[in-house]
């Protein structure tokens, strides 16, 4: 009752999950991002697009079986795509198995005109993107993508770590040099790559990732309502990954095809990084 009260209750939604409390969402959430339009002199190989691969999943189990409405985060989402459309990338989006992309819409910055706009273009592929499954199974041509995106977002955590299409997707990305570019909890599907007959693909590989740390604070304030069924930084140094941050700030980073960013607050500064790779990367 207290928490209620102070405004630390995580929301009971209508489905049984729980967004985040009140003051959850004005510490952590905001009606505008810092995305400015960025006139690129590279652009894209017209030829070419970004696979953007979001999970379809909504409800985490938290440790105490309470429900984490989640998703594709929407700022780690769409302020990356703004600056690769803004350099003249067009998107495929894709669900592992054709169902729609969940927007964690309680995160949407609603005043942001850049980040309505892009939302709106491409609305009715995060409603009825392409099946995953079904672009392995009819084959992939490297010519056709300059990169594979996963967006950040809880819901990363959910399914993609386990689908044998995303390991299938990440894998083909790697040996044909394609860039793979994540943010915040997006390198969970990373661990699809993973199987009992092969080493993990980015063994050694330095990434940002949201710190299990932040996470485990975060039911404090009601944006988690319990702890995390599994904490996503720890697993990924347990494979040899060099975490290249420690707090959930702008941190970006790149190592070899691979980019990274650490949580929200990177979601301009990958954009803007993505596109300097990918573009530079033709020249």
Known sequence: MLKKLLGLAPKLESDGSYSPSKVALKLA????????????????????????????QKNMEMKNGKLFSTGNHPVETLVPMLHLRNAGYE???ATPS???????????????????????????????????????ANGLSAEDYAAVFIPGGHGAMLGLPEDESVGVILN???????????????????????????????????????????????????????????GLSDRLKEFGVVLANSKADNTVCRDRLLITGASPLAADALGKLAVETLTSSRT
């Open 91 to 93: 998107f495929e989006i």
């Open 29 to 56: 959430t905001a009606d505008t991002t810092d995305y400015k339009e960025v006139a690129y002199t590279s652009v894209a190989n017209p030829k070419q697009k970004i696979l953007v691969l979001a999970t379809e």
């Open 172 to 230: 083909w990305a790697h040996d044909n040099d394609i860039f793979t570019i994540s943010i915040c909890h997006g390198p969970a599907a990373f661990l699809s790559t993973c199987t009992n007959d092969s080493e993990f693909l980015y063994h050694g590989y330095k990434m940002a990732v949201f710190p299990d740390s932040v996470d485990a604070q975060s039911p404090m304030i009601g944006y988690l309502p319990g702890k995390m069924p599994w």
């Open 98 to 136: 054709g169902q729609p992309a969940i927007i964690e819409m309680w995160a949407f910055p609603k005043k942001d005109e850049h980040v309505n706009s892009i939302y709106s273009e491409y609305k009715k592929q995060f409603e009825s993107p392409t099946s995953l499954d079904s672009l392995v």
